[in-house]
């Protein structure tokens, strides 16, 4: 048997692929979580043969979750799920170790045989998300950087985001210039913008 995590923070979604895979002779879903720090105690806890994510979530990020699986080292392979056909997005799933990317809009039969080949050691990947990759701009940002802007466009203050993260309001200040210099935005909101719509954050 495959043994599955689900991440995933829309409680539709999340049970409509639970039903889904439990159809599915070889797999067996061991937990299901609604936000990426949820799916982590989970995958520490089941020891799942794969995570299936989505990569907007509340706490942590399907991204962030897979960067944390991959300093465990725990074996567990991660497949993100998303509506986020952007190269930025796929280029950093990659960096963390992500072995299937496929979109919410993709067949039943495909996200099934994907979890199978990504579980068989092989990698999974939407075709037209492969090929885009090739082009586009490389990401400019620093982690630090993109969690500093992620947290400015929740709207966030200078102030909540140095306790949030533990630095200080100077250093905020500092990371959000170089964010926005980089981007060559005018300010913290259209350098969030821009970001995100090239799957930077």
Known sequence: MIKIVIAEDQALVLGALAALLGLEDDFEVVGRAANGEQALALCRSTAPDIVLTDIEMPLMTGLELANALKEDSSGCKVVIVTTFARSGFLRRAMHAGVRGYLL???PADTLAAAIRTVHAGGRAVAP??????????????SERERQVLRLAGEGRSG???AKLIHL????VRNYLSEAISKLNAGNRVEAFRLARDAGWL
Do not use: F, H, R, V
């Not at 037209?128 to 990401?139: F, I, N, V």
């Open 104 to 106: 919410k809009d993709a």
């Open 128 to 141: 037209e998300l492969a090929m885009e990759s090739w082009g586009g701009e490389q990401d400019p940002l």
């Open 159 to 161: 102030a909540e985001i």
């Open 168 to 171: 200080s309001e100077g250093t």
